[in-house]
Nanobody, 125 residues
């Protein structure tokens, strides 16, 4: 059964770094876009970063530009979100999602077909 599995969340001090991983299992398509989203209680899910299925397009939300980097290892079917200079407002549950339908990627969650279970990121001193 197709699924995505995130890992790498945790507790980090402001200014610190974390790297999240998203591994795709049994997706029928060999190539797919991946988006990273985050959500805090009482707020709508926010698109953070995405990478298109051939890595030709990368988009970052304004709130994370210059601090977050998204990359992929095709052989491992894994997409990474490197998060540097973390701020308390980055605290959230982070989800990865796969989009099979087009060559581009988007920061709107309605486009995505498969979702992971989420990993908690807490930025606090």
């Amino acid at each position: 059964q197709a699924r995505l599995v995130e890992s790498g969340g945790g507790l980090v001090q402001p200014g610190g770094s974390l790297r999240l991983s998203c591994v795709a299992h049994e997706l029928r398509e060999p190539y797919f876009a991946i988006g990273w989203f985050r959500q805090t209680p009482g707020k709508e899910r926010e698109g953070v970063s995405c990478i298109s299925r051939t890595d030709s397009m990368i988009i970052h939300a304004d709130s994370v530009k210059g601090r977050f980097t998204i990359s992929r290892d095709f052989a491992k079917r894994t997409v990474y979100l490197q998060m540097d200079n973390l701020k308390p407002e980055d605290t959230a549950v982070y989800y990865c999602a796969a989009f099979l339908g087009a060559p581009d990627c988007y920061l709107r969650d309605a486009y995505y077909d498969y979702w992971g279970q989420g990993t908690q990121v807490t930025v606090s001193s």
